[in-house]
């Protein structure tokens, strides 16, 4: 539960609000319907990417297809086919004949957790951005865990600490604002709920070292869990 009051929790309110048009990828790499699951596969791994939307001649979203479905069509090491009985059979087989069809879609606006709560509840890598019936981006589970980076300062030299605290208003504040009186930099931050009544935070702080850190946190926290330079 946020004290409002605390610049940082606005901050982090703010940063909650973001959609996937800001992190998805525009003009994604797409694939053909008819194109062969071999070339398909060679493309796939040229681009090093794990899934194309499939676009029809006219533009027109009608599938997915991922590494995983390509291969599960391909012939197994243990298939009694001959090289050339494989080839043969997988020159056959297409795109459209092994894509998802039924495609779970979401729009620029949709709210980036939302989005990862979709891919999370399918157990899906990636869904198409459309924008009016057209393809405008994707965005992936590389995309969010990115974003998760960002969110803890993963990619941010400084301390990072992780404390248990009461889950009552104003108890946040009075963290971030132990942290500031010893000119620390919050450059990250992640709540998650802890047991009954306690949530469990973790924040990354730059311009301070360890030892002061620790002194003007321990006091106002209900447990000191971890504390180390990253």
């Not at 194109?35 to 796939?44: F, S």
């Not at 941010?156 to 009552?168: A, I, M």
């Not at 998650?192 to 990354?204: A, F, L, P, Q, S």
């Amino acid at each position: 539960m946020y004290n409002h009051s605390d610049p940082f929790e606005l901050t982090q309110k703010e940063t909650a609000a973001m959609f996937v048009g800001e992190r998805m990828t525009r003009h994604p790499l797409t694939i053909a319907p008819d194109v062969n699951i071999q070339d398909a596969l060679l493309r796939m791994n040229k681009d090093r990417v794990r899934r194309y939307p499939v676009v029809d001649k006219r533009g027109k979203l009608v599938g997915i297809v991922s590494h995983s479905d390509l291969m599960n069509a391909s012939p197994s090491d243990a298939t009694t086919l001959s090289v050339w009985e494989a080839n043969y059979l997988l020159s056959k087989i297409q795109v459209k004949d092994v894509m998802t069809k039924e495609l779970i879609t979401v729009g620029e606006d949709t709210l980036i957790e939302e989005a990862a709560r979709i891919m999370a509840t399918n157990k899906i890598g990636g869904l198409p951005v459309v924008t009016g019936g057209k393809l405008v981006g994707i965005i992936t589970e590389t995309d969010v865990f990115n974003i998760f980076l960002e969110m803890l300062g993963g990619r941010t030299t400084g301390v990072r600490l992780t404390v248990d605290l009461p889950d009552t208003p104003g108890e946040i504040h009075k963290l971030t604002g132990a942290i500031t009186t010893v000119q620390g930099n919050i450059v990250g931050m992640g709540v998650i709920r802890g047991e009954v009544d306690t949530r469990h935070i973790t924040i990354k702080v730059a311009g301070v070292d360890l030892e002061t850190l620790r002194k003007v946190v321990e006091p106002v926290v209900l447990k000191l869990v971890d504390i180390r330079n990253e």
